[in-house]
């Protein structure tokens, strides 16, 4: 019988690296998938021994489910997911580009959905398994210019709920980890000089004038902190943990 692997997808930079390499240093036969191939072998070449690489657009379910039926063919059964995927942009509601509105819902939520298909159906038949997806703290608090953004974390945090209720029956656990502000590209790009780390005061501190609440631990996370949350997660140590969104944030949401 062929060992089960941890599929990551979402692998090619930021957290999903950060997550590929942690789920590695603890034991796990990842195979790494995202949309992006140079990421993909960047973030490969990190780790200590070769590991399989799929690039795929999760936009395209067909695609999603074809190289799920590869790796588990090739490389054994997903017993655990670790989805990382997601794309991000602020702009108002009412003035914001439809185009990107839609962007932002296909990545976020229908790409999760395809991925979450063609991974729990599988788990679904061994009754076997372990699922975490990477949300944002955005999806429980308003934040000014993220509508699209935080609203598709909190359509991506219900599937997960349901997911986990509709799996629970099957021994299959499925949770969320909620990630504040974390050092990645994506959180450079809200700085005036992404290359500057004296962007993160800002985050660090709030903003009253946008009703954004500071970080009360006083730092922006690593992606590392948002990866051992979901080690912890997809483990047997949290086997009594399903339908759960742990927030990864230093307080700053006042879990409201």
Same mark, same amino acid.
């Not at 219900?158 to 502000?181: K, Q, T």
């Given at each position: ?107 976020? +939520?229908?790409? /999760?959905?395809?991925? #979450?298909?063609?991974? $729990?159906? =599988? ?5 076997? !398994? %372990? ?28 599937? +997960?709920?349901? /997911?986990?209720?509709? #799996?629970?029956?099957? $021994?299959? =656990? ?5 990630? !504040? %502000? ?75």
């Amino acid at each position: 019988m062929s060992t089960p692997v941890t599929l990551v997808v979402g692998a090619a930079q930021g957290i999903g690296r950060a997550t590929a390499l942690t789920l590695a240093g603890a034991g796990h036969r990842v195979v790494l998938a995202d949309r992006d191939p140079e990421g993909l072998r960047k973030t490969a070449a990190l780790l200590a021994t070769p590991v399989p690489t799929f690039p795929v657009d999760i936009r395209d379910a067909d695609a999603v489910d074809f190289t799920v039926g590869s790796i588990e063919s090739e490389h054994g059964p997903v017993a655990r997911l670790a989805h990382v995927a997601g794309v991000f942009s602020t702009a108002s509601i009412l003035d914001g580009d439809p185009d990107e509105w839609q962007r932002i819902y296909d990545v976020n +939520v229908t790409g /999760l959905v395809s991925v #979450l298909r063609a991974v $729990g159906r =599988r788990m679904r038949e061994r009754r076997d !398994g %372990s699922i975490v997806v990477v949300g944002s703290n955005s999806a429980g608090v308003p934040r000014i210019g993220m509508g699209a953004y935080g609203s598709s974390k909190a359509a991506a945090s219900m599937v +997960v709920r349901v /997911l986990g209720l509709e #799996l629970a029956g099957f $021994g299959i =656990r499925a949770n969320v980890v909620a990630p !504040g %502000s974390t050092d990645t590209a994506m959180q450079r790009s809200l700085w005036a000089d992404p290359g500057d780390d004296a962007g993160a005061l800002g985050a660090i501190a709030g903003d009253p004038a946008q009703f954004k609440v500071g970080i009360p631990l006083g730092r922006i996370a690593e992606p590392a902190d948002i990866a051992d949350a979901i080690e912890f997660l997809l483990s047997d140590r949290a086997r009594h943990i399903t339908m759960q969104a742990l927030y990864v944030d230093g307080g700053a949401t006042l879990r409201a």
